[in-house]
């Protein structure tokens, strides 16, 4: 219950969410966890955000930042990848990971309230955040993810994925707690097409499920 309590973090104040305090540890567990697979799943995601070279990427609630380096590899140096996290622990922790790549750059965030201008974004990516999230709150950061997208610009929403079969859901809730064995994951293509996104497509990785999609041009 220890360890629950660790990986789904404490309460803050800003967000009435549970944000992660142990970056290195987080780190730790987040590639046991994935069993040898965690390069390959990110990787993977990367590509399936349809973020191009040079574009402009948001990494949202980026703990040690695994995506956000993945995206700046998908991105090269032509183009900018920003991870933001409510944890100064886990900012710390992601900067000193990416030390060197220079197109990848962290900052303090909160996901029902971005730091940022409309339409500033070619494409935002979140991955095992809205789990963290109160359910009220995660409408508000779809829609936040919205606004801060230029139009035809893409969002990619990953999470965990409970095991089908009942004894593997009882072990990752003894392992990791109730909010991981009983995530209804299925909610998240309604959470996206809810807040707006066209072209919505779902699909599988080891542990994962993502939705991705795209924001709508306005009408002429
Ligand atoms: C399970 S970790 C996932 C980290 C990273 N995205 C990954 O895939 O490894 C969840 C992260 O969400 C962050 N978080 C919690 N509440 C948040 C909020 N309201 N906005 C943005 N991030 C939040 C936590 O601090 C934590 O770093």
């Given at each position: 219950m220890e360890l629950a309590r660790f990986l789904h973090g404490s309460p803050d104040h800003r967000t009435a969410g549970a944000t992660i305090t142990h970056g290195r540890a987080y780190e730790v567990l987040s590639a046991t966890f994935f069993l040898g697979r965690r390069r390959a799943v990110f990787t993977r995601l990367a590509q399936l955000s349809g973020a191009r070279p040079g574009d402009r990427v948001l990494d949202v609630?980026?703990?040690?930042?695994y995506l956000t380096r993945a995206m700046a590899h998908q991105v090269t140096a032509t183009g900018s990848v920003l991870g933001v996290d409510p944890s100064a622990d886990v900012v710390a922790h992601a900067r000193r990971l990416a030390?060197?790549?220079?197109?990848c750059t962290f900052a303090d965030g909160i996901a029902e309230d971005l730091d940022a201008a409309d339409g500033h974004y070619d494409a935002v990516v979140t991955s095992l955040v809205i789990h963290h999230l109160p359910e009220p709150l995660r409408e508000r950061a779809l829609a936040e993810m919205m606004r801060v997208l230029r139009p035809g610009g893409r969002v990619l929403v990953a999470d965990f994925r409970p095991p089908k079969g009942r004894i593997g859901r009882h072990l990752v809730g003894a392992v990791t707690g109730p909010a991981m064995e009983h995530n209804?994951?299925?909610?998240l293509e309604p959470l996206v097409r809810g807040?707006?996104?066209?072209?919505v497509e779902t699909g599988d990785l080891p542990l994962i499920r993502y939705v991705r999609a795209v924001k709508p041009a306005p009408a002429r």
């Amino acid at each position: 219950m220890e360890l629950a309590r660790f990986l789904h973090g404490s309460p803050d104040h800003r967000t009435a969410g549970a944000t992660i305090t142990h970056g290195r540890a987080y780190e730790v567990l987040s590639a046991t966890f994935f069993l040898g697979r965690r390069r390959a799943v990110f990787t993977r995601l990367a590509q399936l955000s349809g973020a191009r070279p040079g574009d402009r990427v948001l990494d949202v609630g980026c703990g040690t930042g695994y995506l956000t380096r993945a995206m700046a590899h998908q991105v090269t140096a032509t183009g900018s990848v920003l991870g933001v996290d409510p944890s100064a622990d886990v900012v710390a922790h992601a900067r000193r990971l990416a030390a060197g790549l220079t197109h990848c750059t962290f900052a303090d965030g909160i996901a029902e309230d971005l730091d940022a201008a409309d339409g500033h974004y070619d494409a935002v990516v979140t991955s095992l955040v809205i789990h963290h999230l109160p359910e009220p709150l995660r409408e508000r950061a779809l829609a936040e993810m919205m606004r801060v997208l230029r139009p035809g610009g893409r969002v990619l929403v990953a999470d965990f994925r409970p095991p089908k079969g009942r004894i593997g859901r009882h072990l990752v809730g003894a392992v990791t707690g109730p909010a991981m064995e009983h995530n209804p994951v299925h909610l998240l293509e309604p959470l996206v097409r809810g807040a707006g996104f066209a072209d919505v497509e779902t699909g599988d990785l080891p542990l994962i499920r993502y939705v991705r999609a795209v924001k709508p041009a306005p009408a002429r």
